[in-house]
């Protein structure tokens, strides 16, 4: 029995069929059947009941396959513990979307570095939706994302939360609301700036406007994914925009546009995740630097 036995058995159950497995694991068909067969025939018994149409996990193939996942998963973590152990490791891999790299990241980066200057970040950008995956391929130490993430390799902290609020050009009419909340009534009054459905942020806004504006018409202007673009044509006057707070800031303070709260809670949450083992010295610093630095309390989820 060896591991590329495991991989193929392990592939054929997790993607339901020989050929997605052969693609999953760049084999050819007939290669993960050999893989297979031959398992099978080590262990003197049958893993995969298959048919011309269908396939299934023989009993016996239901009790393997938990101690295959196990094996495999322990020949990758005794590789990775020994990579680790033969040189010393002072690059930190964080996975982000480039909003919170930009946004929630760059001050604290920057930060560290003056404390650790030997040590080199690589980060790997990607949308929401593929972070999980990016994480698993990749194997890096660290995500941070706005949902949880399922990963027995990876431990998640809720580690901060900002709030949504309006923006708006930097207009007599919108001055005189200066110290006040954002008029509902004014969302379906004024030209709105949004991201696209698949944003966290722009369901944040929908969850928020089905429960506060049901009844409201919003009108759209633009669809725009950049968030400095978004801010770029609200100070132009083309719209107004709900973003999160944390990025408005320095555009707020130089006066490009202007901010209000929102009638009603809109958290943003920001998670932080990490790798429970194997971690070099340097990349436990940054573990133990983010939680020091979060402003908000500490969760596990």
């Known amino acids: 029995m060896d591991f590329k036995q495991l991989e193929s058995f392990v592939a054929a159950v997790d993607e339901g069929s020989f050929s997605n497995a052969a693609e ?13 067969r031959n398992l099978e025939s080590e262990l003197g018994t049958r893993l995969l009941n298959r048919t011309t149409r269908s396939m299934e996990l023989s009993p016996a193939g239901r009790t393997f396959y938990n101690y295959a996942r196990q094996m495999l998963k322990l020949n990758r973590d005794s590789i990775f513990a ?19 790299v930009r946004y929630y990241l760059t001050n604290r980066i920057i930060e560290f570095n003056r404390r650790f200057p030997e040590v080199s970040f690589n980060f790997i950008t990607c949308a929401h939706s593929e972070i999980l995956n990016r994480l698993q391929s990749e194997s890096a130490e660290f ?13 998640v902290k809720h580690c ?13 009419r919108f001055r005189a609301l200066e110290g006040r909340v954002f008029p509902n009534a004014m969302f379906g009054e004024e030209r709105l700036i949004t991201r696209s459905s698949t944003s966290t942020l722009q369901q944040e806004f929908l969850r928020w406007s089905k429960l506060n504006i049901p009844n409201v018409k919003l009108n759209v202007a633009a669809g725009v994914d950049d968030t400095e673009t978004i801010m770029r044509l609200v100070a132009a006057g083309v719209g107004i925009s ?4 944390v990025a408005v800031q ?6 490009k546009v202007l901010s209000f709260p929102i009638e009603g809670t809109m958290p943003y ?14 990349q436990m610093a940054f ?7 979060i402003p908000m309390g500490v969760r596990e989820e």
């Open 242 to 245: 709900v973003i999160s707070e």
């Open 269 to 282: 949450h920001l998670y932080f995740v990490h790798k429970k083992k194997y971690l070099s010295p340097e």
């Open 250 to 255: 320095e555009a707020v303070a130089e006066g």
């Open 143 to 155: 995500a941070f994302c706005t949902m949880k993430l399922m990963n027995s390799d990876y431990a």
């Open 82 to 100: 020994l990579s680790r152990a033969n040189q010393e490791v002072k690059t930190i891999n964080i996975i982000a979307t480039p909003y919170i």
């Open 24 to 36: 999953r694991l760049q084999l050819s068909q007939s290669m993960v059947t050999i893989h297979i």
């Open 160 to 172: 901060d939360m900002a709030n949504l609020v309006v923006i708006t050009p930097n207009a007599p």
């Open 287 to 293: 573990k133990d630097f983010v939680l020091e630095t």
